[in-house]
Every structure is written in structure tokens, then in C-alpha cells.
């Protein structure tokens, strides 16, 4: 029998109009837009279909609102195919808290809720650290890291082949920038991000975040969910909560999590929520398996179909 894994969409993914064709399409999709916009006492829907875009960009509002574009995609897959099943589920960064909701360990409301906190906490730190990131295209990960130590940056996100992330104060990110061209990079590309995302300049969130999923019951997950800390499933509630606070500060492991489903069996993924950043991540890991998402009513569509074919 196949297995499937869910792949679940990280920040950055965000743009206006997410959500829009299926918030046109379907009661089930307006209802849930509802919902969000009561649980978190603000118009989050308004936000993801008309903007504006420096609005939806705000890690307040993108952290919440790629949540609940995904999680509508994934409630639209459930209800097309009743007998969907799936095996396993990863999530980029943000995303995490989705593939653990979708696995049942933590409820969709709260998910919601601590997505949004975590948006808050992570912007505070943003705005009293002055930090970057860049992307490093077309540099192995050894010459990226010793790029970092030279630097003072830090790896964040190890995304694929050939596309790695550093983040750090603006400083070490120009220095990493001209030191990673310098050893043969294609490109060193500082991005337009508001801090310096998964380093130790996030650190200040840490004890927010941290006290605020200790209001969260989290539960066993209903099938594997792959740690982005340590590519590798995650174990007990307490282990969930510790991980989800370390992964703030930590390296993104998205390749070896990805290889690690790979080497299980793992054969179809399914990307859900805005975007296609993790099926082009997919191309540059492996070309074999098979990758769908579900980003849209027509992609939805086309998944339904490839899978009841």
C-alpha cells in the first residue's frame, strides 16, 4: 500500500488572496474562516483575501493566517475523499503546528490561537534585534557552515539541495553574503523578512512561547509527526512542548526530515496551504516520489483526482 505523508506550509508562503477560491467554493471553507476570525476577535479573513499586503506580511498575521489556509485545505481534502488516510506529517517551521494538528496532538482552535501568540512574540523579537537572513544557493552545506562561524551567522533553514538559509544580525548576514559568493555560491540573496528567524536572536520568545503552549493540552499524535529539530518523529506531549519552544532558536532540518519519510517508504506527498515552496523543495530532494498540494480549489480538485485514480 502507498504511503502518504501531509507536508504543511511555513512562513513565507503567504500572499494576498490565500484562501480566496476556496472561501468561494465552499460553505465548509467559510465557516472555518468564521470560526478564526471569532476565536482571535479580528477580521483574519479579510487579511488573507484582500490584504493589504503589508498587513498579511506581519508575522502576527501570516504565522495565523497560513495556519488556517492550510488547515482549510486539509479539512477540503478530508471531506472530497471521507476515506482519506494518511501516514505521517511534516510541517516548515509554522507549519509544524499544523501537521500536528492535522495528527490530532493538538486541537485546531488552540493551534489557532498559539500560532497567532507565537506571530506576536516572534515579531517582539524581531523589532529589538535588528536581524536578516539570506538565502545561499548553490553552496554545499560544509562551505555554508564554515561560512556561518566565519560570519557570527547561523544556518536556519537546510530547505533542499543547493538552497540553504542563514540568519543573524545584518552585519554577519553581509559578511556571510560576500564570504559564501566568494567560495563559489551562484547566489547570496538577502531576503525581505523582518528578523533573523530560527537563530539565536529569536531567543526572547522562547520563555513567552513556552508559557503559553503550558495552556495547551497536547496529546499523543495520531500518526508520526517529523520534528524540524531533529528530523525525526517527535515522542511524548512533553517532548512535543519542549521541541516546538526549541525550534524558535533552531535549525530548520526540512531535507533530512523529508529523506527520513523517504527512507520509511514514503512514496506520495501532499503539500497543503498557500504556496509551492515544499514541492520545489521535493525536485531538488527527489524526483521519484510522488507530490501533490493543495493550495487551491483547482489543485484540490487535480489531488482528489490523482489520488482516486
Known amino acids: 500500500m502507498q504511503k502518504t505523508a501531509l507536508l504543511f506550509a511555513g512562513q513565507g508562503a503567504q500572499t494576498v488572496g490565500m484562501g480566496q477560491s476556496f472561501f468561494d467554493s465552499s460553505a465548509t471553507a467559510r465557516a472555518l474562516f468564521e470560526k478564526a476570525n471569532a476565536l482571535l476577535e479580528y477580521n483574519l479573513t479579510e487579511i488573507c483575501l484582500h490584504g493589504p499586503e503589508g498587513e498579511l506580511t506581519k508575522t502576527e498575521h501570516a504565522q495565523p493566517g497560513i495556519y488556517l489556509v492550510s488547515w482549510v485545505a486539509f479539512g477540503l481534502l478530508k471531506e472530497a475523499l471521507p476515506d482519506f488516510r494518511f501516514e505521517a506529517a511534516a510541517g ?10 492535522a495528527a490530532g496532538a493538538i486541537g485546531f482552535e488552540d493551534g489557532l490561537k498559539v500560532v497567532r501568540q507565537r506571530g506576536i512574540f516572534m515579531q517582539e523579537a524581531c523589532e529589538s534585534s535588528q536581524g536578516g537572513m539570506a538565502a545561499i544557493i548553490g553552496l554545499d552545506e560544509q562551505p555554508t557552515r ?3 562561524q566565519e560570519s557570527g551567522a547561523t544556518l536556519a533553514n537546510l530547505n533542499c539541495p543547493g538552497q540553504i538559509v542563514i540568519s543573524g ?64 518523529p517527535h515522542g511524548t506531549p512533553a517532548e512535543i512542548h519542549a521541541k516546538l519552544v526549541q525550534q524558535v532558536t533552531s535549525s ?56 482516486g485514480s
Open 92 to 101: 516548515l517551521s509554522l507549519g509544524e503546528f499544523t501537521a500536528l494538528a
Open 146 to 148: 564554515e561560512v556561518c
Open 169 to 232: 544580525d545584518k552585519a554577519s548576514i553581509r559578511k556571510a553574503c560576500e564570504l559564501a559568493t566568494a567560495r563559489g555560491a551562484r547566489k547570496a540573496i538577502p531576503l525581505n523578512v523582518a528578523g533573523a528567524y530560527h537563530s539565536p536572536l529569536m531567543a526572547s520568545a522562547q520563555p513567552k512561547l513556552k508559557a503559553a503552549l503550558a495552556a495547551v493540552p497536547i496529546h499523543f499524535p495520531a500518526v508520526p509527526v517529523i520534528s524540524n529539530v531533529t528530523a525525526k
Open 252 to 307: 530548520v532540518l526540512w531535507e533530512t526530515s523529508v529523506r527520513y519519510l523517504i527512507a520509511e517508504g514514503f512514496t506520495r506527498f501532499i503539500e497543503l496551504g498557500p504556496g509551492t515552496a515544499l514541492s520545489g523543495f521535493m525536485k531538488r530532494i527527489d524526483k521519484q516520489v510522488q507530490m501533490l498540494n493543495v493550495n487551491d480549489a483547482a489543485t484540490l480538485q487535480a489531488t482528489v483526482e490523482a489520488i
